[in-house]
């Protein structure tokens, strides 16, 4: 059963003990509360690019404490997280939180998700370092990310990398289109759950320069996920979903059903099947279009 998260809107107001007193805590030095101070995080920025911060600097930042109830079969459970919130985060890299078009949160493990505009708008983020009175530790250190009320997918575990989109940043400078149809029946078959399917990496291999690969779905949900990672899964071309973002050891969170258009570096991959208003998010300078692959592709846009 679908779990749903509920926020007790309730600020436990502490200072090294939980009490009445400022809506922000003091949970103390990071060596006081258990957690190892020189570990990091990484933050990346549209316009500082990476930077550190350690569990000592973060932890001197101004701290919140919730206490979140879940819904389960069972009845609701409750539980209290204590970190920084999303502006305090942004804030103490020079980044406006109003001008975030999303966040992507990437877990020591690989794990990555898109953060989208409207969840964090509709979520009060909270990056926590202490739950249920214990310092984050193991494989759920050094951060776990929290929007209550959200899908758990954007709970990550093991948060090691934020990064901070802004709205520059959305703008896609493709010089190249390619119609996925037209690829697929170009690569390899394989089979995905008794559907057709083709490597994704297949794909990958068209890309003109490198980076993260942005999916964008026909009911308007978009991701990105690395390039690596999605190398490794797979793109369904048949049945009522296709095209598909899959993997069999891929979370389904971070599954894309119904793909209109990807992008990666300055190439783009639009479904025609799918329809959808691509050239609106393109850059259409200098664009060409091709309907085949390298060495047997045809022109049909513009150079």
């Known amino acids: 059963m679908r779990k749903t998260w509920l926020v ?20 103390g030095d990071a060596d006081d509360i258990g957690l190892n101070p020189e570990e990091t995080v990484v933050l990346v920025t ?19 404490t919730l206490e979140i109830e879940r819904d389960t079969d069972d009845g609701p459970e409750e539980f209290e997280i204590t970190g920084v919130t ?17 966040l992507i949160l990437v877990a020591g493990d690989g794990y990555s998700v898109e953060v989208s505009a409207e969840v964090l708008s509709d979520h009060e983020a909270v990056f926590a370092y202490y739950v249920d009175g214990e310092a984050l530790s193991g494989d759920s250190a050094p951060l776990r990310a929290f929007f209550p009320g959200s899908e758990t997918m954007y709970w990550v575990r093991n948060l090691v990398r934020i990064e901070f989109i802004g709205s520059a940043e959305r703008a896609v400078a493709a010089s190249e289109i390619y119609l996925l149809e037209t690829l697929f029946a170009t690569m390899e078959e394989v089979d995905y759950g008794g559907e057709a399917a ?10 003109k320069g490198e980076g993260r690969v942005f999916m964008a779905a026909t009911d308007g949900f978009e991701k990105s996920e690395g390039a690596d990672i999605f190398s490794e899964h797979f793109v369904v071309t048949t049945g009522d979903t296709a095209p598909a973002f899959r993997g069999e050891e891929l979370p389904r969170g971070m599954h894309v059903r119904d793909l209109v258009w990807l992008t990666v570096g300055e190439t783009a991959f ?4 799918r329809g959808g208003e691509l050239l609106q998010i393109l850059d259409v300078e200098n664009l060409r279009c091709f309907v085949g692959g390298p060495g047997g592709r045809r022109g049909i846009g513009r150079s």
């Open 46 to 64: 549209p316009n500082k690019g990476e930077s550190e911060l350690s569990l000592r600097e973060i932890t001197e930042l101004e701290s919140i």
């Open 86 to 102: 999303l502006d305090a985060m942004a804030e103490a890299v020079d980044v406006d939180p109003a001008t975030l078009e999303g």
């Open 198 to 207: 083709v490597r994704a990496s297949d794909i990958l291999e068209y890309a």
């Open 270 to 273: 639009y479904s025609a099947a």
């Open 8 to 27: 007790v809107m309730v600020l436990v107001l502490m200072t090294a003990a939980i009490g009445c007193g400022d809506t922000s805590t003091d949970p």
